[in-house]
């Protein structure tokens, strides 16, 4: 579930080459990003027209995975909310990697009662099933898509910071970081232009794999009702939607589940790759 | 918060046994006629048509196992009222009459009540009945039960319906007397409605924690309760019941909160019946073998109202193009897969038709008001005249246990937007509904559904009459008190003239088609869906239902 | 005894912790659209004297802090209150549901440890193997999957298409419990199954670096004396401390869970119960999970005392 | 069992053409290597890191690491090792075969106690029977110089050497006739090498066991070997009785070798090294592998590899010229010996670093436990003036890197002063900013690990030019050419990252680090102590040439006291966070005056060239 406990186990072994599987999962990314960005353009019907007369067919014509309780095209509607799935975890995961990642070197790099803080701070979250509280949370604030993003930074920055943070103590006790503090260079020098080009690709792994946190989180939640407007498409919400009408139209909540299982998977997949990649690439100096 | 969790039956049933209630408390200082029967039973379904003959038929059938939405909170009716804790409740425990579906009542625990005066009740009770742990039925049971319904220090959420009940008394070895503070017409129904009568003793045992599975209250009523689980409660017949035996030995309700999952469970074999929550899938229980499935419209109306007072609606174009931009056929089978009408007007026909004429003359009449067809072109020429001429941004809030509403906000989110009309919808839970609606918290377009216990247009009146801003649990919605409406309004809701009080209807209905301070949606049906191997001797009405005199009607076969 | 001190310790952490969660929670709630009232009220129409009275009853128009402090002070006396919608005691309610939570979360722990911990320390051991990449990718998959995901195509896959398992309800009986939560369970298991694999392969390839393992080896000791003591027994620590957190996060996918296969359990109650603003009853299950959480820590650090001397010996001195 | 050799000796593994290559990526890591021993007898197999050794022994016992494969031929009492089935090796390990490795705290199973260490490995007769498993058990500990009560204990309760001992004792539980050594000294503290060095050759000759010392360094070979056998870039160069190896070396890289190990007892004016770096096995795989590095390299040196020939009995060797060059060898071998130089004056100046009975100690703080302070340092006071090098002996744990963080503003002192360069840093965080700057420039440091003393992720370019950028606004990149010249690297050097550099060229970039800020103070914590022998005197030599051109003053802290008799003018030796000895180098290291100083010296290995251990009295 989290980035940290995904990267602290990733195999750092044995270099790979990309293999069919790595290649399938760039595939699949990057149409899913297709899709984020030109989706509205590449559906073959509007996603947003209704024919409520049409309501929830199985496919058939005209409806490659039938319709949806409007009778909106269920095809169309997955494309379109690829940008729902893709947006928010993105921008959640940069959001973590930048907060967490600058709270977690600052506070490797100086310690202190900051860093103190930030780490009890940690503790706590990491004790609380962070969904839960996101659910009690958005569902009592009456959250939206954004506040989501916000909630799920806030919950999720935590295991960014102790990444962050651990990756950075390893750093800052190598002598490196002491020739650098000893010919006088200041704290922000060394931490950005010595520490942070070092600890940068474990950060950019983590990156996907916050990304694969936020979507899961937000289509659960989404799945549970909250977070995602109503109307907006989003796999999560169409796949609740479609559990209604399962012996109906089984792909209205097949299909968004294959979507959110094959985008995890592929940017974990990739995620993971990049790391083994990355890490080898330290190891063998 | 609205999550799936509760999505479902339990709210709908919520809703429309809570605001039938609603619309009943509003009738209170009318004469309450008892109009034509409100829907008529309808059996639809692929299996063998309902059996001839009423009463108990001399076949058993060993157990059953019906589905309901959500298990209730409690078996105390002061805790938790509402439908689904009424049709457990009812099997168990009994009212002093009974009231059918067209408003009529039957003695039941008594077998005689008078009215000597306006504000007395004077009931006889029966003397051969026994409560299940073998205690015979007493006045005492009678006055504590009344009491403790009435009882707004405890807070029994049954007490504003019978808050004219000023006092209960024995007056006699089988009599008990209700004096009322004020003449009330409704509220000897109310009170046969929500009177259940429990046994006194075991209940002053159990002050604090009656109703919980601890304290299952002990009833009169053919069954008693024994087990009140998380998932279903199990009943078993009362050894001691006075009247004619159902014929099921043993009946479990069971909690099932989608009706995926209940039609699984019907395909199994693992339940024998089931109140359909959500229509669209009708035809998929239609379609479990043997099943048969039976109908009845329900005197309930869903609509939108619309804040007349604030911009943009304060602009009848504007209302008008929001009424015109709904597509109403389109949604009655996208959300309730056509097992539903289209609402003519703010109430349903049944509704008006006891003052009416005859049932006939209501049809013309309802017809010939000024019909809002999906017709964007209308739409937009409707806002082209207003004030609003390029559209403006709506929030409009939909409660997510009821598609109906969420779907209409998307359809009309989805139609107005060529218009230039923003809409956001915002989901609601149900219990953030009820709260706005008491609270009076509504926002300028607001979902709303209601129903009739009583089938009569009585709560018209204070729809128009009521200040929305100032009288809580009112029903003003929009917020809409034409001066010229309130001489009918009052008429509506004083007279016992049926012609005067039938023009009445027919001017506040006509003035509310032209100026749409409402928009009419839909008036759905319930569903009861039986198992292959059963079926009703006559189909159950609204109140038959939530009375659990249903159960009577269950026959194998 | 200084492990005594140790646990007295986390005893204290503990009560702070348990403090602060009922506080933010309580306040929460407290700020949250809606009202109790509402909940009391159930769907009728209302009167001031009935408002009054419940106000009365419930001390609603009490101070936040007044209502928290009552509430505390009957906690602290193990009374946490009646749920405002049965006016069942909060523990009887808790209780009810708590059968079903177990048991789909025992049923899944089961899985997790009799597949995911071999399969790990299989796939470790054979790294690089065919096996160890078919296990790899199966955890990738395993872990991206959301578990609604997961319980829907089982659900369509079982239920609908081949109908051959149940997919509502919890069943009666000892079977059929089992029968109805084994789906579920299956669902909830499969993220963690990928987790602990993950764990468990990446915890047996560093063991198995390690000069002792070499070491061992060269002494020439056997298969089952270097997978024990030596492998598993090294291993122990940081997959402890992984399942400990997994467990924890383990609390929201049975929510999920119950939801997507309807069950009556806690964390369908926590929903309901957020839902109807029955504070009491949310109290006491945020208690319920915080002690849940805060006992799995102690677990996982007393299991540390055993499992590593370097840590139990610095206790001793 | 044993076979006899060719020669009519009796063998008891004789390994042929042994090759271990490593796929994905294709490489050769250990090529063609022969190796015998006979039953008693000790082996010492000598080489840099890169050689191939450790790979050698593995692949003896069948544990190389995944992904590497061995081919070729060993034989072990005519039993095959080579890609035998796992059960075969199974039960030649411990049994008849054991292997003891480098890292004493590592190669012990952290959660399991000592007792179990050796208790496991025993017969399976005495391992069932507990009385006399832990009689056993307790008899073993005795036999490797440790109490009874030790069995009740866990590895990370015990000191390094004590863990070696443990570790001994479980490789030779099961009485082997062959143990292979892996560095077993290396991670030691000089004296405590001694010790095992001794109890190893103890056990060894009680035994009749036959012994594979696998080290870097020769002179510990010597100690303990009767023949060593040299392996350079995956291949062994040369065989040859220890004593002859020793005075007559016939291979060029071995006179390398020996020349490279700076004398513990006299001055060198001129510190040998082996010019460049050790090339990969692949790279050298038609050529004689030393040819880039060797002075006597002809034609023939560089036109096809080279094998091992016999030269005459008992003597093989891998060069080409060797016929040739042979005296030419010896003669540079006597050389060695009479290289003595007059110790260079000490430069007389004002005191320009100061410490005060400084003392430091830290906190630790475990899980469970309250926290425990350790004393790092004790009241320590010293001085260095002006263009002195001071030398700052001590073995792990005495205080040496706290004193030189302390000096350089990385760690704060609890209590005492440091004066440098006329300010006081004790505490770098009171000093204002500009004179911050000033203590910055006044002293630099060169640390010991050359592979994390850079920054991975910078080019030597930009490494050396962000200093020049702080000591003058307008850095060229001449002057960064000119730097690494001075330090011996081409400017074409700039551009590359430090994965690119070997070890001895980072530690050069390091030195032109700290140079470029022209401290007037560098100091050197342990520099050399990561790098292979040839590579360590050629920075040795750099930082005395350094210190020339530039006067600058230095503390050079190290365990070796052979780099100290090279680099230091006067010698502080520390023990436990206290100053015990301090004075002229000459008369600190020929007479020393405190116990603990006279055993540092006499734990030196090779110390004066004799062949035999000396006698040391534990204490």
Redesign the interface.
């Known amino acids: 579930m989290t980035a940290e406990t995904a990267l602290v186990v990733a195999p750092a072994r044995t270099p790979r080459r990309p293999s069919v599987l790595i290649m399938l999962a760039f595939t699949v990314l990057l149409i899913v990003a297709v899709l984020a960005v030109f989706g509205q353009w590449l559906a073959p019907q509007d996603p947003t027209v209704q024919d409520p007369l049409l309501s929830v067919t199985p496919p058939g014509d005209g409806h490659l995975l039938g319709t949806d309780q409007l009778g909106r095209d269920v095809f169309s509607l997955i494309i379109a909310a690829a940008r729902s799935a893709i947006v928010g975890p993105v921008c959640v995961a940069l959001g973590c990697v930048l907060i967490g990642g600058t709270l977690g070197m600052v506070g490797a790099y100086f310690g202190g009662v900051a860093d103190v803080a930030v780490n009890r701070f940690a503790d706590l979250v990491y004790a609380l099933p962070a969904l839960l509280i996101a659910i009690v949370v958005i569902g009592v604030v009456d959250g939206g898509y954004w506040l989501t993003a916000a909630i799920l930074i806030f919950l999720s920055t935590p295991y960014q910071i102790r990444l962050c943070r651990s990756v950075t103590m390893v750093q800052v006790r190598l002598p490196y970081v002491d020739a650098a503090r000893t010919i006088g260079l200041t704290s922000r020098r060394t931490l950005f232009r010595h520490i942070l080009p070092n600890i940068l690709p474990t950060v950019v792994a983590t990156l996907l794999l916050d990304f694969v946190a936020a979507l899961i989180g937000y289509s659960a939640l989404a799945y549970l009702g909250l977070g995602v407007q109503a109307g907006q498409p989003d796999w999560g919400a169409m796949l609740a939607e479609g559990q209604s009408f399962i012996t109906v139209n089984p792909w209205l909540s097949l299909a968004p589940a294959i979507m959110l299982i094959a985008t995890a998977s592929s940017v974990t997949l990739v995620g993971d790759w990049l790391y083994d990649r990355l890490s080898s690439k330290a190891v063998s100096r | 918060?609205?999550?799936?969790?509760?999505?479902g039956r339990r709210s709908w049933l919520?809703?429309l046994?809570?605001?039938t209630?609603?619309m009943s408390?509003?009738s209170s200082g009318a004469s309450s006629n008892s109009g034509p029967g409100a829907g008529s039973g309808q059996a639809a379904g692929s299996g063998s048509g309902p059996a001839a003959g009423s009463g108990a038929a001399g076949a058993t059938v060993p157990s059953v196992n019906i589905a309901l939405g959500a298990?209730p909170?409690?078996l105390?009716i002061t805790?938790?009222?509402?439908a689904v804790n009424m049709g457990t409740m009812s099997l168990f425990t009994e009212p002093l009459e009974r009231i059918a579906s067209d408003g009529s009542t039957t003695p039941n625990l008594a077998t005689k009540v008078a009215e000597p005066n306006d504000t007395t009740i004077v009931y006889t009770l029966r003397d051969d009945a026994t409560f299940s742990n073998g205690d015979p039925l007493t006045p005492a049971d009678v006055v504590w039960t009344i009491q403790h319904v009435t009882d707004?220090?405890?807070?029994a959420?049954?007490?504003?319906?019978v808050?004219s009940v000023a006092s209960v008394k024995q007056t006699g070895d089988n009599e008990v007397t209700v004096t009322l503070s004020h003449p009330d017409p409704t509220v000897r129904k109310n009170l046969s409605l929500v009177a259940l009568v429990q046994n006194a003793k075991f209940a002053k045992a159990h002050a604090?924690?009656?109703?919980?599975?601890?304290a299952v209250p002990v009833g009169t009523g053919p069954y008693q309760v024994t087990k009140f689980?998380?998932?279903a409660v199990t009943l078993t017949r009362n050894p001691h019941y006075w009247g004619d035996k159902p014929a099921p030995d043993a009946v479990t309700i069971?909690?099932?909160?989608?009706?995926?999952?209940?039609?699984?469970?019907m395909?199994?074999g693992d339940i024998q019946g089931a109140l359909v929550n959500?229509a669209?899938?009708l035809a998929?229980w239609k379609a479990i073998g043997g099943s048969t499935a039976y109908s009845s419209q329900a005197l309930l109306s869903q609509f939108l109202s619309l804040d007349t007072t604030a911009a943009p609606f304060d602009d009848p174009h504007v209302r008008k193009a929001m009424a015109y931009a709904i597509?109403r056929?389109?949604?009655?089978?996208?959300?309730f897969?056509g097992n539903a009408s289209l609402l003519p007007s703010l109430m349903p026909v049944g509704v008006i038709a006891p003052v009416a004429p005859s049932e006939d003359a209501a049809n013309s009449f309802l017809d010939g008001l000024p019909a809002y067809e999906f017709d964007m072109d209308k739409a937009k020429a409707e806002l082209a005249e207003s004030s609003h001429a390029d559209g403006f941004a709506v929030t409009i809030p939909?409660i997510?246990e009821q598609?109906w509403s969420?779907?209409t906000?998307?359809?009309l989110?989805?139609n107005l937007?060529p218009l230039g009309i923003t809409v956001?919808?915002?989901?609601l839970?149900s219990?953030?509904w009820?709260?706005a609606v008491?609270?009076h918290k509504t926002t300028s377009v607001w979902p709303m559904a209601f129903a009739a216990a009583t089938p009569d247009p009585v709560g018209l009146g204070r729809v128009v009459t009521e200040a929305a801003m100032t009288a809580?649990?009112g029903y003003n919605f929009a917020k809409w008190a034409p001066a010229d409406l309130q001489e009918p309004a009052e008429t509506l809701t004083s007279s016992v003239d049926k012609a005067a009080r039938w023009e009445a209807a027919q001017k506040i209905l006509t003035a509310i088609a032209t100026e749409v301070p409402y928009i009419p949606l839909f008036q759905p049906q319930y569903n009861l869906v039986l198992a292959k191997g059963f079926t009703f001797a006559e189909t159950p009405g609204i109140m038959e239902v939530a009375s659990g005199t249903w159960m009577n009607e269950l026959r194998a076969g | 005894m200084q492990v005594v001190v140790f646990i007295a310790k986390r005893l204290v952490a503990m009560v702070v912790v348990l403090l602060l969660v009922s506080l933010l929670v309580f306040s929460l709630l407290m700020l949250s659209p809606g009202s109790i009232l509402a909940t009391l009220l159930g769907t009728q129409p209302t009167t001031p004297e009935l408002i009054h009275s419940l106000e009365e009853r419930y001390h609603l128009n009490d101070p936040f802090f007044v209502q928290y402090w009552n509430w505390l002070v009957n906690a602290l006396h193990g009374d946490f209150g009646q749920s405002i919608q049965s006016g069942e005691d909060v523990t009887t309610v808790v209780a009810d549901r708590l059968p079903v939570t177990l048991g789909l979360a025992g049923l899944a722990l089961l899985l997790v440890l009799v597949i995911g911990i071999p399969a790990g320390m299989a796939a470790g051991m054979r790294r690089g193997k065919p096996f160890d990449r078919l296990v790899t990718l199966l955890t990738i998959v395993g872990m991206s999957a959301p578990v609604f995901t997961v319980g829907i195509l089982l659900i369509y896959v079982f239920g609908v298409r081949f109908e051959i398992m149940p997919v509502y309800g919890a069943g009666e009986g000892f079977l059929g419990r089992i029968e109805h939560l084994t789906l579920p369970a299956v669902a909830l298991a499969t993220g963690l199954t990928a987790l602990i694999v993950r764990q468990t392969r990446a915890a047996t390839m560093t063991v198995m670096d390690q000069d002792y393992i070499t070491f061992a080896r060269a002494r020439g000791l056997s298969r089952s004396r270097i997978l024990i003591p030596y492998a598993l027994r090294n291993t122990a620590l940081p997959m402890v401390t992984a399942a400990g957190l997994m467990l924890i996060g383990a609390i929201s996918g049975t929510v999920i869970i119950e939801t997507v296969f309807s069950l009556q359990g806690v964390g369908s109650l926590m929903i309901e119960s957020v839902q109807a603003k029955d504070i009491p009853v949310v109290q006491g299950l945020a208690l319920f999970i915080a002690v849940l959480v805060v006992v799995v820590n102690l677990v996982v650090d007393l299991l540390a005392l055993i499992i590593d001397p370097r840590i139990r010996l610095s206790v001793k001195g | 069992m044993t076979t006899s050799g060719s020669d009519g000796e009796d063998v008891l593994l004789e390994v042929e053409g042994l090759t271990v290559t490593a796929s994905k990526p294709d490489r050769t890591l250990v090529r063609d290597v022969g190796l015998r021993i006979g039953p008693g007898r000790t082996l010492g197999v000598v080489g840099e890191s890169g050689s191939g050794k450790s790979l050698t022994a593995r692949s003896l016992v069948g544990l190389l690491p995944a992904g590497l494969h061995a081919i070729g031929s060993a034989s072990f009492q005519g039993i095959s090792l080579l890609n035998a089935p796992e059960r075969t090796l199974r039960r030649l390990r411990g049994d008849r075969i054991s292997l003891l490795l480098q890292d004493p705290f590592t190669m012990l199973n952290p959660s399991q106690t000592i007792g179990a260490h050796i208790g496991e490995s025993l017969p399976r007769d005495v391992r069932h029977d507990r009385q006399r498993r832990s009689r056993e058990i307790e008899r073993r500990l005795l036999e490797v110089g440790l109490s009874s009560e030790v069995a009740q204990r866990f590895p990370f309760q015990l000191s390094g050497g004590m863990c070696q001992r443990v570790a001994l004792a479980a490789a030779l539980a099961s009485d082997p006739d062959l143990l292979i050594a892996d560095e077993p000294t290396t991670a030691l503290d000089v004296t405590t090498q001694n010790d095992i060095l001794r109890l190893l050759k103890g056990l060894q000759e009680q035994r009749g066991m036959a012994l594979i010392l696998i080290t870097h360094d020769l002179q510990v070979a010597f100690s303990v070997c009767d023949r060593v056998q040299v392996m350079y870039a995956g291949s062994v160069v040369e065989q040859a009785p220890a004593a002859e190896l020793m005075t007559e070396p016939l291979h060029p890289y071995s006179l390398g070798l020996l020349r490279s190990e700076p004398p513990v007892d006299h001055y060198v004016g001129q510190l040998n090294s082996i010019p460049g770096n050790v090339p990969s096995p692949d790279s050298v795989r038609h050529v004689c592998a030393f040819a880039a590095r060797c002075d006597w390299a002809a034609d023939r040196c560089r036109s096809a590899r080279p094998g091992l020939q016999t030269v005459r009995a008992g003597r093989t060797s891998a060069c080409a010229r060797v016929e040739s060059i042979a005296e030419e060898l010896r003669a540079a071998v006597a050389e060695i010996e009479h290289e003595r130089s007059a110790t260079p004056a000490p430069p007389a100046g004002p005191p320009i670093l100061t410490l005060s009975e400084v003392r430091k100690s830290f906190q630790s703080t475990g899980l469970l436990r309250s926290s425990t302070r350790t004393v790092a340092l004790n009241g320590v006071s010293f001085t260095i003036t002006a263009g002195e090098s001071l030398g700052l002996v001590g073995e792990t744990g005495s205080g040496k890197t706290t004193i030189a963080r302390s000096i350089l503003g990385l760690t704060t002192v609890d209590s005492g002063t440091i004066e440098a360069g006329g300010l006081d840093v004790t505490s770098y965080r009171r000093l204002k900013s500009a004179e911050r700057k000033r203590a910055r420039r006044f002293v630099q440091v060169v640390f010991q690990d050359p592979y994390a003393s850079l920054n991975p992720s910078l080019t030597v370019g930009s490494t050396l030019r962000e200093v020049l950028a702080l000591r003058s606004s307008s850095a060229a990149d001449d002057e960064v050419a000119e730097l690494l010249r001075q330090v011996g690297l081409p400017g074409s050097y700039a551009v590359r990252r430090p994965a690119a550099l070997s070890g001895g060229e980072r530690q050069r970039v390091a030195i032109a680090r700290a140079v470029a800020m022209r401290p007037e103070l560098l100091i050197c914590d342990e520099p050399v102590a990561a790098l292979d022998v040839s590579a360590q005197a050629q920075v040795l030599e750099l930082l005395r040439e350094i210190r020339r051109r530039h006067g600058m003053a230095m503390l050079f802290i190290t365990h070796d006291l052979s780099v100290v008799r090279q680099m230091a003018d006067r010698v502080v030796v520390l023990y436990r966070g206290e100053v015990v000895e301090s004075g002229d180098t000459g008369q600190v290291l020929d007479r020393p005056a405190h116990v603990y100083t006279r055993k540092l010296i006499l734990a030196v290995p090779g110390r004066g060239r004799r062949p035999s251990l000396p006698a040391i009295e534990p204490g």
């Open positions: 918060m609205s999550t799936r969790m509760t999505a919520c809703g046994i809570g605001l209630l609603l408390g509003c298990h909170n409690s105390d805790k938790h009222f509402d707004a220090k405890a807070g959420q049954t007490s504003s319906l808050k604090s924690d009656l109703g919980t599975p601890a689980g998380t998932e069971s909690y099932l909160a989608t009706d995926n999952t209940a039609q699984l469970a395909r199994s959500d669209t899938t998929q597509d056929k389109g949604l009655l089978q996208a959300a897969g939909y997510s598609p969420k779907l906000v998307l359809n989110q989805q937007k956001t919808p915002k989901p839970s219990q953030e009820v709260a008491f609270g809580p649990g």
